[in-house]
């Protein structure tokens, strides 16, 4: 079974910049996770898919930060503009049906962010 | 509101020894609490989770977790330490109302051959 599959693996911008991401969860997946990790922290959510609508987002600074997920398959994640503060690893994670904490998640490689 | 800590920022076990790497936590609910593990450069892979039963949860790469309800803890434990098992850990809890994951800063553990 192929994992949850993240694109790029790295990314160096400047500040002010603009950048995306991309996320392609386990097949059959219905729920997806984007993680913001700074390094020495744990990871905090941003957004929460169900399918294509949106479950939380609670945390996701929606000045800069947006995200879709359209066709409930794949997502992007993009930041624009960009600043210091947002250099961090942005991690996305999947599970079956989200339908409780008992949902196991599984999360891809990450997406490791500079901002210059 | 959720918490979970974990107080030991590294752990150094001697290959062969036991090991222990602590968390607790803080809930108004039930506790769902889990364990993750991340080797470098790779993404966060689930050891084991506690949603309720038995108190001795066994996990991957035998792994095992203890939750104690009146210490509200969930240590991580393994009998026999690897190399391999070298990694950083993260504990992680929700409660039974409230289905997001709180996650720990992470416990970087070093097995020493």
């Known amino acids: 079974e192929a994992g949850v599959a993240q694109s790029p693996r790295y990314k160096i911008i400047e500040k002010r910049q603009s950048v995306a991401f991309w996320c392609n969860p386990i097949?059959?997946?219905?729920?997806l996770y984007w993680y913001q990790q700074i390094l020495g922290q744990g990871p905090k959510l941003l957004i929460q898919f169900q399918n294509n609508g949106v479950v939380d987002d609670s945390q996701l600074p929606k000045d800069r930060f947006s995200a879709e997920r359209l066709k409930g398959v794949d997502s992007t994640l993009k930041i624009q503009p960009a600043k210091l503060e947002d250099s961090a690893v942005y991690l996305c994670?999947?599970?079956?049906?989200?339908?409780?904490?008992?949902?196991?998640?599984?999360f891809g490689p990450g997406t490791r962010l500079t901002v210059l | 509101a959720q918490s979970v800590a974990q107080p030991e920022d590294q752990v150094n076990v001697a290959e062969g020894n036991p090991l222990t790497v602590k968390c607790t936590y803080s809930v108004s609910g039930n506790p769902y609490l889990f364990w993750y593990v991340q080797y470098p450069n790779r993404g966060l892979q689930f050891l084991l989770k506690y949603i309720t039963g038995d108190n001795l949860v066994k996990g991957s790469y035998g792994f095992e977790a203890e939750f104690n309800k009146s210490q509200t803890s969930f240590h991580l434990k393994k009998p026999s330490a690897l190399v391999s098992d070298s990694a950083l850990y993260f504990c992680a809890v929700s409660e039974d109302s409230n289905y997001q994951l709180i996650w720990g800063a992470g416990t970087k553990l070093i097995i020493k051959p």
């Open positions: 994670a999947s599970s079956l049906d989200g339908s409780g904490i008992t949902d196991t998640q599984y």
């Open positions: 097949s059959g997946h219905a729920t």
